[in-house]
C-alpha cells in the first residue's frame, strides 16, 4: 500500500518545487501540463513558494525557477558531513593518478547521490554529473558496488522499488543478470558501468563503509555493515580500454584499504 503524504499542501509544496527543479523554467500554463491542478491553486502554491524564496518569477517572461536558496541549504547539508573531509584527500590523489573524473556518492533509498567530484584538469572531456544530483543503483558502478553489499531480499525490495529502463542499449534490465553481475562484483571487489548509464562512459567503483558515522557509536556500525558510500573514477571508453580499467580498480582497492585502515 503506498503511503500518502498526511499534509496534503506539503505534498503539492514539493510537488511542485521538485518539477521546477528538474525542468527549465515554466510558466503558470506548462506547468499545469505537467501537474494537473487548476490554475488558481498552482498560482497559490508559487506564491508561497516565492514568499519564502523557493522559487523566483521571471519579470518579463513570467516563468517559474526554484531560487538559489535551494542550493544554500544543500551546501550548508553537505557542509556537515564529515566524511568529505575524510575522503577528499584520496579523491584528488585517484584524480592525479588516473586524470579522470572522481565521484563519491551516498545510498539514499534507490538511488545514489552525488555529494563530491573531482574533476582532473587533464582531461578534455568533461562529465555531466552534478553535486546534488541522483543516479539509479541497478545501471551504475557505484550503485552496483552499493547493492553487492546488501543481502538479496534488501536487493530485491530496492529493484522491485526501482523505475528499471534501459537508458542505453547496454543497461540491465533483467533481475537475474543484475544478480549475477553482483555475484561477480563481490568476487572481484570492484563494480564496473560498461555505457550503462551514459554512452560512451565506462566507470570503476568500490562501496566504502564508515566504522563510525556522525551521532553512530562504532559497536553499532559494525553491527549493520551496509555500506552507504561508494567512490568510482569516470572516463570516455576511449581511455577506459580493459587494462586501465583493471589497474584503476587495482589503484580504487588499495585506496579502500588505506581508507579502512584510517578510519578504523
Not at 578534455?124 to 538479496?152: F, N, Q
Not at 529502463?165 to 543484475?178: G, V
Not at 561477480?184 to 551514459?198: I, S
Not at 549493520?224 to 586501465?244: C, D, F, H, K, W
Request: with cysteine.
Amino acid at each position: 500500500m503506498e503511503e500518502k503524504n498526511p499534509i496534503q499542501v506539503a505534498d503539492r509544496l514539493f510537488q511542485v518545487l521538485e518539477t521546477l527543479a528538474k525542468n527549465d523554467p515554466l510558466t503558470l500554463g506548462e506547468l499545469q501540463q505537467i501537474i494537473p491542478l487548476n490554475k488558481t491553486t498552482l498560482h497559490r502554491l508559487l506564491a508561497s513558494l516565492a514568499y519564502m524564496g523557493y522559487v523566483k518569477q521571471d519579470g518579463v517572461t513570467g516563468k517559474y525557477a526554484p531560487s538559489l536558496k535551494l542550493a544554500t541549504l544543500a551546501n550548508h547539508m553537505i557542509q556537515h558531513i564529515d566524511i568529505l573531509e575524510l575522503i577528499r584527500p584520496h579523491m584528488k590523489r585517484l584524480c592525479e593518478e588516473t586524470g579522470e573524473t572522481v565521484h563519491f556518492v551516498q545510498l539514499e533509498g534507490w538511488e545514489a547521490v552525488y555529494i563530491a567530484k573531482e574533476e582532473s584538469l587533464r582531461n578534455t572531456v568533461r562529465m555531466v554529473s552534478r553535486i546534488g544530483s541522483r543516479i539509479p543503483l541497478y545501471c551504475s558502478a557505484v550503485g552496483k558496488a552499493l547493492l553487492a553489499h546488501m543481502e538479496p531480499s534488501q536487493v530485491e525490495i530496492l529493484w522491485q522499488q526501482s523505475e528499471v529502463r534501459p537508458l542505453t542499449p547496454h543497461t540491465i534490465t533483467d533481475y537475474a543478470l543484475l544478480c549475477q553481475t553482483l555475484n561477480q562484483v563481490r568476487k572481484q571487489g570492484y563494480a564496473v558501468d560498461n555505457e550503462e548509464n551514459e554512452l560512451g562512459v565506462r566507470c570503476v567503483a568500490v562501496s566504502l563503509q564508515m566504522a563510525q558515522t556522525l551521532d553512530t557509536p562504532a559497536s553499532a556500525a559494525l553491527a549493520n555493515p551496509l555500506s552507504q558510500y561508494a567512490i568510482s573514477v569516470s572516463g570516455p571508453v576511449s581511455r577506459m580500454t580493459e587494462e586501465r580499467t583493471s589497474h584503476i580498480a587495482s589503484l580504487l582497492l588499495n585506496m579502500k584499504k588505506q581508507f579502512r585502515q584510517q578510519n578504523a
